[in-house]
């Protein structure tokens, strides 16, 4: 049953709300219930004075049971009077003295029904506190059903002659209040009604978007990373929306990157074995000479340095990016580390004809960083300028040292398109699109990349007019003073942190 999100948010709200709306009405209930009960017990005290202060001015000796023996004026008036009360409170109304005794029935009514009396058991326990001038309220049950009683002291000449006692029913009392409470019943459930539909709409405006979301992740879960959720609705909706197209924009890309990344190395892998197929299969079946074989054992060499070469980048990638290998951090002269590296690649550079030229501030210039993985990001960076740089080709390598020490290699070959700019760093991204054996994988960026991340330094593209720049960044070091390289690993203190 509430299996939705929709219909558990319907329940837990209107259960509150029905719970808030019962509240409000029992509490207004009872509110209206006691004021109404004691507005209606005051009105009685009201006119039990006015029944008392007639009653005293009748002579006691002309005070006679019932009305007919004194037609005086106010024996008639008292007759209205207690009429009156009868007829707009349905009250009945007697009149005692100290001693309990009735002196006089107020309503001819009372008279003339053999089922309503007044508890003299319950007169006799009062009329002491009465006669003392203490106002009386009591609610009893009778035969006939509860009633409501009040008692008021009977004064004539400041002297308490005795008590004035006026009895109604408590279901007229209550039929008043239970019309107005059952208005109050009716006005409470149509606010609640309002509210269901309200919320009813709310919730829908609310929960839409994500049943529509629900459905677009089901989609892109099958592959479809095309699929994009309107931005509508509330500020928070639009954000979620607007957070899941980008979720979903960047699915397409990875996506994407996957699919090229899975044609690149399928080509990689692929021309190099058909090669070796073929030169291997030909020397066995006598297609080429015997004296030929020699250089065709050394391009199958060749092919399979590449091959290895490719695993290796993998397995170097795969391994940087579970942390299993710590960073060796200490201070060294990074002027060096470049030298050796030039040095490694002269042989490339001599065979293209490329000059390389240095722009360094100091004559040393110490990092704090491990120089081997730093060596590896100076070498991928090179063999990416010598690759594209065409024969005859410019390369520079320019050093800074402010906060930071700044690492610049710029190129004046054929550059990078601005629409490949964005994804260089991306695992697995070739931005040569036609496959061209040699041009790399894709993977030499992406090594830099993580490289600098685990230095938590930095590695980017720099705008060029011509060519290609990039800038990595190191932390400032100093000369060594034969310490041992310090084992760090950035990747541990932050899962540590």
Known sequence: MFRSMFARLMAVVLSIVLVCVLGLFSLFYLSMRSTYIDNRMN????????????????RNNDMLFPFAPNNSTTNSYIEWKVNSVYQEFQAYSVVVDRSGKATLYASQALLQSSNIHFDERQIIKTLSSVLQGEEIVYKDTTENGPTFTVAVPWVDNGSVLGAVYVQTAAQTVYATYEGMAMQVALAALASFLIASICLFLITKQLIGPLHVMAQMAGDMSQGKFDRRVPETGSRETKELAAAFNSMATQLEALEQTRRDFVANVSHELRSPMTSMQGF??????GTIPMQEHRQYMQIVLDETRRLSKLVGSLLNLSRMENGETPLAMSHFDVHETIRRVIIAAMTQLDEKGMELSLSFEDEAMYVHADQDQIEQVLINLLSNAIKYTPEGGHISIETQQKDQTHIILRDDGQGILPEDAPYIFDRFYKADKAHTVGKGTGLGLAICKRIMER???V???LPADRGAAFEFTLENGHAPQNEQPQQEDPDAAESMG
């Not at 009685?44 to 005293?56: F, N, R, V």
């Not at 291997?280 to 079946?285: A, F, N, R, T, V």
């Open 459 to 461: 590695i980017r593209l």
């Open 280 to 285: 291997l299969q030909g020397m066995l079946d």
């Open 455 to 457: 230095h938590r330094q």
């Open 43 to 58: 009105s009685l005290k009201t006119q039990a004075y006015e029944i008392a202060y007639l009653a005293s001015r009748v």
